[in-house]
T-cell receptor, first 114, second 111 residues
Framework: GAVVSQHPSRVICKSGTSVKIECRSLDFQATTMFWYRQFPKKSLMLMATSNEGSKATYEQGVEKDKFLINHASLTLSTLTVTSAHPEDSSFYIC??????????FGPGTRLTVT | GENVEQHPSTLSVQEGDSAVIKCTYSDSASNYFPWYKQELGKRPQLIIDIRSNVGEKKDQRIAVTLNKTAKHFSLHITETQPEDSAVYFCAASSDGNQFYFGTGTSLTVIP
């Protein structure tokens, strides 16, 4: 398999602040990474596709100014939740695309906005 | 876009019994169907997958069947064990790149 890490694993922030989550592919280069959001006991909802060196592609209904994605290198994509509110509290998971049909998930980041 | 539905949402079985989870998809272009197991607070892990050129695939106690005509696929777990308890997700993809996930099934295996 392949290794994908996320940092931080948990974060608590105050309403109105911004939070950055990092997703790294540790042993392979990933030109494409994906960001998912998961509500308790719910499925993974694809938020956006992050492409190295270009703008992210957002799914319908996801605010791109709210969830900023930067894929600056072949091993790192970041998701910044701007001006976070309690309703942004969720479990955020990234995945990295190693090749066709090969997608590896990060361990997830639990965001709590107070 | 693709719409993947999954049933049941919760499933309880006695240890040793079989468990079956079913998914349907809407996009006839989908040709890759992975299944993931997610334990509480952990990342989803791929447990088995099937491509549209085969109808069934088996790996020890786990099997997946695919009916392309009806656009549905199923996960079968035989001789269930307590460690099989987790949330299971099906997914569908037409390009092996973007995956669309089902709503998940919480499986509980009762010792």
């Amino acid at each position: 398999g392949a290794v994908v890490s996320q940092h931080p694993s948990r974060v608590i922030c105050k309403s109105g602040t911004s939070v950055k989550i990092e997703c790294r592919s540790l042993d392979f280069q990933a030109t494409t990474m994906f960001w998912y959001r998961q509500f308790p006991k719910k499925s993974l909802m694809l938020m956006a596709t992050s492409n190295e060196g270009s703008k992210a592609t957002y799914e319908q209904g996801v605010e791109k100014d709210k969830f900023l994605i930067n894929h600056a290198s072949l091993t790192l994509s970041t998701l910044t939740v701007t001006s976070a509110h309690p309703e942004d509290s969720s479990f955020y998971i990234c995945s990295a695309y190693k090749g066709i049909y090969e997608q590896y998930f990060g361990p997830g980041t639990r965001l709590t906005v107070t | 876009g693709e719409n993947v539905e999954q049933h049941p949402s919760t499933l309880s079985v006695q240890e040793g019994d079989s468990a079956v989870i079913k998914c349907t998809y809407s996009d006839s272009a989908s040709n890759y169907f992975p299944w993931y197991k997610q334990e509480l607070g952990k990342r989803p892990q791929l447990i088995i997958d099937i491509r549209s050129n085969v109808g069934e695939k088996k790996d020890q106690r786990i099997a997946v069947t695919l009916n392309k005509t009806a656009k549905h696929f199923s996960l079968h777990i035989t001789e269930t064990q307590p460690e099989d308890s987790a949330v299971y997700f099906c997914a569908a993809s037409s390009d092996g790149n973007q995956f669309y996930f089902g709503t998940g099934t919480s499986l509980t295996v009762i010792p």
